[in-house]
């Protein structure tokens, strides 16, 4: 009995040493020099040249947090809140009290059945439909039910497609364009298997800001 | 579904299948203490262990002894685990600064991990820190998927030995499942999933800039945005190999960085059948006759596939209600369609549908999509693989001793309809070995209806449903479920964290685990006293497709006599609910 006790505390201590310390620190290491991006978090800085312009009236409020913006302008793999027309719109977020709030990732876990669902989606593509009132194709699901994790960085190349023709309006680019920068940004199933066809939501915005300004510096002044 | 979604499932089977022989090959020859080729690496440290602690590796047990080292050992899990909640804010590795955890919802913890159920009333990112995470749970993972795997080799050599008292060594079970089995494979799976991007660092939580800020509930700007890290990957890896489930994040394999790729996805979803579906060969391979595990293979198999069919069918389906506003649910090239709601676009709803009934076939209960959004008939297959006992592949281990006693069911029942003494593997089947079979087939059940009767019957159960209707009782009922067959999954609006739903599924999962540990071990003892019985033409072959439809039927027959009732009154009538106003 006793030398049962004592065997079970002596194994589940050293045990403890092996999985619970060698072991994460042992994955660690590796990880930290073999894929030091990928072990933290795949943060990106802002591409230089890209999006100094302001088009969103707020953005770029430091005052209220700290003076110095943070470093990074995102990680690839955690979604951010789109609600400015000018720019694709994601997956709507459940999680509180603001969408996309990494640190508590949540579906809404709202049942098929429940009426609150219905409520929210046609909700959504009501803003939709203002927002782009001669599309008249019927919205991809995705972009308008929430993901699970609530940080879900990608919509369907469907989604990513619906909005090029609000968009291009919005932001005075050429469709064509658009539709091509679009289909520079998928990410398609790995080895044509593993996953579906989608677009980064953050990544397509950011170098939607990039052309917008390209554009915007190629317009040739009317002639008087 | 469209094509790549296909492939994947097609490619899953053909991964998985091909991989049990080689795994399960080499798990023999770890049990049996041959040569595996990492002897000479592991080695050492082995022996250092059982120096340190006081093991003498060729001391054999008495089922007894082995069934009380097995809870003792598990006792001190919980203990440990426990403790380390209650005062983690004095710990190391706590840049978040967590405070301590709750009594009731620290209790609820220990179990959970201690038992393999991995239930997580909490958000990992916000409630432990780094250090419980690693030195608490991350080590549970390991040792309640060894303890697992211990009790099902103590059952084989039940089979397989004659006339003796003893049936092992329990702590060189559980050492050579965690050293040799668990941690090489755990390691490797880590580096890969890091490689995709899943975090592993011990760094805090980092601030980026939000492109467009945002606004939150009170009508504040916010402009930044704060991604969560810590060692995700080291623990994610065993999480799903040790059939645990237990997510580093607060929705577990749906976050981009506990699950970021299609390729970790389908890692992860295969990881958490393979060591079970492997461990049915080491069972054929180590009573003789690798046929007798194909056959308990091919019986889960039989189950889960149409399972699987009816979950991704449901699923890529969709939602009648959002098809009459104009919502496109179609598949096709463009986009996944189906039920996206709580469903993650890298992964769609096919491969979804997939996870969902694996982690629930295996009681891992890690999920990638949020259950409790699923089709009323998409979610009654995780509930009903769940009821079925967790037998078909079942958590590591446990699993295949579940199945077993099964398979010992179903040859006393088929030697009733013949008039013969029952047998399996040369082990005649007598009034012992029923009564302790009965007990680990009608526990469960009984937790789980029990659990489920008492919680709808009080205000203070009820008060924790989130969604109207017959899908509320589903959520009350898919928590027992979990909980009383060591699941883990969760109906993920379920309010769970409530001192109430704490302690009656810490007691489930308590239950449900060690009061079928003990019988399990009985019946190992007691077959390993009996003298082999060579075959006779009256004896039933137990590798043959008859075999294999008489232990599925036997599952089914046992959750569907169960679980009918229930589930008519949950996910059925919500089904014809949803289908009834077209």
Known sequence: MFQILRTAITLLALLTVITGVAYPFAVTAVAQIGFPKAANGSLFEKPLGAGNSSVHSNARDWRSATDQPPKWAGSELIGQPFSDPKYFWGRPSATAPVAYNSMGGSGSNQATTNPALVDAVRERVAKLRQEDPDNLAKVPVDLVTSSASGLDPHISEAAALYQVGRVARLRKIEPYTLNKLVLSHLERPTIGIFGQTRVNVLKLNLALDAKAEEVSKLVIPAPQ | ?582
């Open chain 2, 1 to 582: 579904m469209n094509t790549s979604a296909w492939m994947e499932i097609g490619l899953f089977f053909v991964v998985l299948i091909g991989l049990v022989k080689p795994l399960g090959w080499y798990m023999a020859r770890v049990y049996a203490g041959q040569p595996c080729g990492l002897d000479r690496a592991i080695g050492p440290i082995e022996r250092t262990l059982y120096r340190l602690s006081g093991v003498r590796q060729d001391e054999e047990m008495t089922w007894t002894t082995y069934a009380f080292a097995t809870l003792v050992f598990n006792a001190l899990g919980v203990v440990v685990v426990y403790l380390l909640q209650r005062t983690q804010e004095w710990l190391p590795l706590n840049p978040q600064q967590l405070g301590a955890v709750a009594p009731d919802l620290a209790f609820n913890t220990a179990v959970s991990f201690a038992s393999n159920t991995n239930w997580q009333a909490y958000s990992g990112e916000s409630t432990l820190s780094y250090f419980t995470q690693m030195i608490g749970l991350t080590v549970q993972n390991f040792v309640s998927a060894a303890t697992g795997m211990a009790v099902l080799i103590a059952l084989i050599r039940g089979l397989t030995r004659r006339m003796t008292e003893t049936i092992g060594n329990f702590w060189v079970d559980l050492t050579r499942s965690t050293l040799y089995i668990l941690l090489p494979l755990s390691f490797v799976m880590a580096i890969i999933l890091v490689s995709q991007g899943v975090v592993q660092t011990f760094s805090p939580a980092v601030e980026v800039a939000l492109l467009e800020s945002a606004t939150d509930a009170e009508g504040k700007s916010v402009t930044t945005q704060t991604i969560p890290l810590g060692p995700a990957a080291s623990q994610i890896a065993i999480k799903q190999l040790g059939t645990n489930g237990g997510g580093f994040f607060g929705v577990n394999s749906a976050h981009p960085l506990e699950n970021s790729t299609p390729l970790s996805n389908f890692l992860q979803v295969l990881a958490i059948l393979l060591i079970a579906a492997a461990l049915c060969y080491t069972f054929g391979d180590l009573v003789g006759d690798p046929r007798q595990g194909w056959a308990l293979l091919a019986a889960m198999l039989v189950i889960f596939v149409p399972m699987l069919v009816v979950c991704v069918w449901a699923e890529q389906v969709g939602n009648p209600r959002l098809s009459e506003i104009d919502i496109d649910q179609t598949s096709n090239a463009f986009q996944s369609g189906g039920n996206m709601e709580g469903k993650e676009v890298r992964f769609g709803a096919a491969a979804s549908a997939l996870w969902a009934t694996a982690t629930t076939a295996a009681s891992n209960g890690s999920v990638n999509a949020m259950h409790d959004s699923f089709t009323p008939l998409g979610g009654l297959i995780p509930l009903w693989m769940m009821q079925l006992g967790e037998v078909i592949f079942g958590g590591v281990g446990s699993g295949l001793y579940g199945l077993i006693i099964f398979a010992i069911l179903a040859v006393f029942i088929a030697g009733l309809m013949v008039g013969r003494t029952p047998e399996y593997l040369g082990k005649k089947i007598e009034a012992y070995e029923m009564k302790m079979a009965s007990l680990v087939v009608l526990i469960p059940p009984m937790v789980v209806l029990g659990g489920t009767a008492i919680a709808v019957s009080l205000d203070v159960g009820r008060a924790s449903v989130t969604n109207p209707g017959p899908h509320g009782f589903t959520q009350i009922l898919y928590a027992l479920s979990s909980a009383g067959n060591n699941n883990g999954s969760a109906f993920g609006g379920f309010g769970a964290n409530t001192p109430f739903f704490n302690c009656l599924l810490g007691a489930a999962m308590l239950i449900s685990r060690y009061w079928l540990i003990v019988p399990v071990l009985a019946i190992a003892g007691s077959l390993a006293r009996k003298k082999y019985t060579p075959p006779s033409a009256g004896t039933l072959p137990t590798h043959t497709p008859l075999f294999v439809v008489l232990v599925a039927g036997m599952v089914l027959l046992v959750g569907a006599l169960t679980f009918v009732p229930a589930l008519a009154l949950g996910p059925v009538i919500e089904h014809l609910q949803l289908t009834a106003t077209h």
